[in-house]
Structures are given as structure tokens and as C-alpha cells.
């Protein structure tokens, strides 16, 4: 466990050449606007043996620095800040935040018995600051990376962008970017940063939207329950065979987020509750986007409301599966305009305000493909993040050998009790 950790040393990364005069302003997106100020973060763990043929600590700290410096010049609104209109990206050169930190631990601990408060520490920035420090912060440090270096020998690489810029997507896509510039590797990607051209600035002063994934002040616990091979495999078969299953080969990530909302809808007591899946709209699109598209470029589907005992599993899978399925071209062309997606927002946050209905949040990243980062010592050991101060928000992650689902659960502390036992 990550008992004792002290900070070695803090420092800005800037990019290794200027940014251009032309790109130092970046207009913001009306989805990055209204994307929640929070930090998205995944940490990246390497065991000492693959450092072997590698240079020391300090060596590899010194790597790090100089990839990073030299990627941003391609990322160069990571190294910026967003302007207090909330419009656009100040491209600054102002760099990332690289904090360097001792970990008296070993490493393999933390990989085979996580803790939550412990994974934490790893962190460059603090998951779960609340209030205007907060949002202040999420605005003027885009991109904050920590090295973490165990005693045993191995790291763990953990980073932090801001949601205000950019999805979990464009985040694996700039540590692969990232990672081939430590390799040497020349990164032929070039990322597109135009996405204000798709889904133009909105002036958000007159718009009363409040977030249905608002950062709550309640104390937000975070659990991570396993889904191996064989209980996906169970999940998947138990999703076909109920009576009138309309689905005959869900997906690992359906299988596993009905159950999750079933449960859910177990614990609300007798409350309705919806499930909301993020869904990627970048191959959904009319000409479709490369994963090198940049910023917040998903929506959230809303599938219907569910009482205790209403419908069974493989309906629950049904929903599921139609609701994420409806997210197409027509739907992304209308969603264009800003207009109707922001009444949508802001009728689901009313239903939920009033407490007519709970909401159960879920993002998948399991098509991340977080073990490919490999800085030149190898692919990591495990990937994970940590928890969000979001209440019922489910990451769903694979496992390190891709074919099982690791699901990070955030849930108010008190209904911890309700996701305990055999059953989850």
C-alpha cells in the first residue's frame, strides 16, 4: 500500500518550441463548455524488472521531461489556460504541471490490493477539490503528470487533464503520443484541434443547465469490483435468456452495465432510475473522426427509467443497447445546433432535481487502448484510475489481458452497504 509518499520536486513543462502566433487562441467547443471542471485521471504502472535494461530513476525522470516538452509542441493547448470568459484556450506555452514523488512502498502491493485513498496519493492534483479553488485550478493547469517512483524500483505515471479540453479519448491519444516521442518514435498522427467548427462557442450566461453529474459535497466513495473472463461470459448468457430477449450477443460492456444498473434500481428503493451511457460520437459521425480529433466529443444516451421488478436483466440489456445504438449521424447532425441538446440536458437535470428519477452514469474505456502506452520499457503492468466526485458514475475499464471488465463504481459513502456482498 502506498503508506508514505514525499514530493521530490514540482516544476512547468513547457513546450520545445513556441506555439505559433496564429494558433494561441483556441476556441472552446459548446461540448467542452458545459463539460464538467474536474480532472480526468489514469495511472500507469511499470514493475522494476521491466526497468532492468533501462537507465536509472533520474535518468528516466529526465526522459519523461524531454518527451513531454517535445510532444507538447504538438498538444500545445495542453500547455495553455482557459480564459475567464470560458470561450477559448489561452496557448501560453505556460507548460504542464511534473511532479516527481517517493513512494516508500512496493509497487506490486498497490497492484494486488488497490485502495482508493492510497491511489490517490499518486495523483498530482488533488480528485476531488470542490468550490471555486477547484474550478480555478481545472481552468489555469490543463495537464498535470506525476512520476512515482517505489522503492522496490518500478513507477507508476499518473496524469491528470482537464475535462474542460478534452475526453478520456484525446487523453489516451496524447499518452501515446506521449509515449512514442519517449520512444523515439516518430508519431505521424496529427492531432485536430478545430473541433469549434463542428459544435460552435455558445454564449452559456442565459442557460440555467446544471449537471446532472454535478460535484456533490457529499463524500463520494469509490469501489472496484472485478469482472473476470468467466462472470462476463455468465453476464453475456443471462443477457439472451430471458423470455423474449431481444439481444443475442450483448457486448461485455452492455452485459456488464445492466447488471450494474440493475443493481442500481435494486438499491433505490423504489425509486425509477435511468441509465445514462457516454457514447463516442467521433465514429458515429458523417464524414466519421479519427480518434486524433481533440476535445469533448461524446454525449450522454439516456435509456429508460426502471423500477425495482419491472423488467428482467436481458430487458435491461435491451434498453441499453437500443439507447446507445440511437447515437448515429442524424442524431449528431441535429445535436449540432446546441439548441436541442442543451433542452434535453436540462429537462433530465429538472426530473432529477425534482427527485422523480435517479440517474446512473456509465463510461466505458474499455477501447482505450491504455496498454499500448509504452515508453520504452514495455507495456504496463495494469492501468486504473481513481475515483470522481460524481455520485452513481461507473467507469468501466478492461483488464490488463482484455477480456474482462475492471468497473470503478462512485457512490455516496452511505449506500456503500448496498454494493457489498456476493451479489455484486
Request: contains cysteine.
Amino acid at each position: 500500500m502506498v503508506a508514505n509518499l514525499d514530493i521530490i520536486s514540482k516544476e512547468m513543462i513547457k513546450p520545445s518550441s513556441p506555439t505559433p502566433d496564429p494558433l494561441r487562441n483556441l476556441k472552446l467547443s459548446f461540448l467542452d463548455q458545459i463539460a464538467p471542471p474536474i480532472y480526468i485521471p489514469l495511472i500507469f504502472f511499470y514493475k522494476a524488472d521491466q526497468l532492468d535494461t533501462c537507465k536509472d530513476h533520474a535518468q528516466i525522470s529526465q526522459l519523461l521531461k524531454r518527451s513531454l516538452s517535445n510532444v507538447l509542441v504538438q498538444f500545445y493547448p495542453l500547455a495553455g489556460k482557459i480564459y475567464s470568459d470560458q470561450f477559448s484556450i489561452d496557448c501560453t506555452d505556460a507548460g504542464a504541471l511534473y511532479v516527481e514523488a517517493r513512494v516508500h512502498s512496493d509497487l506490486s502491493n498497490v497492484i494486488e490490493n488497490p485502495i482508493m485513498e492510497e491511489l490517490k496519493q499518486c495523483l498530482p492534483l488533488e480528485p476531488n477539490g470542490r468550490g471555486s479553488d477547484a474550478v480555478a485550478e481545472a481552468k489555469t493547469i490543463l495537464l498535470a503528470v506525476q512520476m512515482n517512483l517505489f522503492d522496490c524500483g518500478g513507477i507508476a505515471i499518473a496524469v491528470q487533464m482537464s475535462h474542460k479540453i478534452a475526453d478520456g479519448t484525446s487523453l489516451v491519444t496524447f499518452m501515446k503520443a506521449w509515449a512514442a516521442s519517449s520512444r523515439g518514435a516518430a508519431d505521424t498522427v496529427s492531432s485536430d484541434f478545430d473541433l469549434e467548427s463542428l459544435f460552435p462557442t455558445r454564449d452559456m450566461s442565459s442557460f440555467g443547465y446544471m449537471r446532472t453529474t454535478r460535484i456533490i459535497k457529499e463524500k463520494i466513495v469509490t469501489k472496484r469490483f472485478v469482472f473476470d473472463k468467466k462472470k462476463v461470459a455468465k453476464l453475456k448468457e443471462d443477457g439472451v435468456s430471458g423470455p423474449g430477449s431481444q439481444v443475442k450477443d450483448p457486448t461485455r460492456v452492455e452485459a456488464v452495465s445492466a447488471f450494474l444498473w440493475r443493481h442500481f434500481i435494486e438499491a433505490s428503493k423504489g425509486k425509477m432510475v435511468a441509465a445514462a451511457h457516454a457514447v463516442n460520437m467521433r465514429p458515429r459521425m458523417n464524414p466519421a473522426l479519427g480518434d486524433n480529433a481533440f476535445g469533448n466529443i461524446y454525449t450522454y444516451t439516456v435509456a429508460n427509467p426502471m423500477a425495482d421488478g419491472e423488467k428482467g436483466y436481458h430487458n435491461l440489456v435491451c434498453e441499453l443497447r437500443n439507447s446507445i445504438r440511437s447515437i448515429n449521424c442524424n442524431y449528431v447532425k441535429k445535436l449540432r445546433s446546441g439548441d436541442e441538446y442543451l433542452k434535453i440536458l436540462e429537462n433530465t437535470a429538472e426530473l432529477v432535481s425534482k427527485g422523480d428519477v435517479e440517474l446512473c452514469k456509465f463510461s466505458s474505456w474499455c477501447r482505450f487502448p491504455v496498454y499500448e502506452v509504452d515508453f520504452s520499457w514495455g507495456k504496463p503492468t495494469w492501468v486504473c484510475t481513481t475515483t470522481l466526485p460524481f455520485k452513481n458514475l461507473v467507469i468501466l475499464m478492461s483488464t490488463s489481458c482484455g477480456e474482462g471488465i475492471e468497473a470503478w463504481v462512485n457512490i455516496l459513502e452511505e449506500a456503500v452497504p448496498s454494493f457489498q456482498g456476493d451479489h455484486v
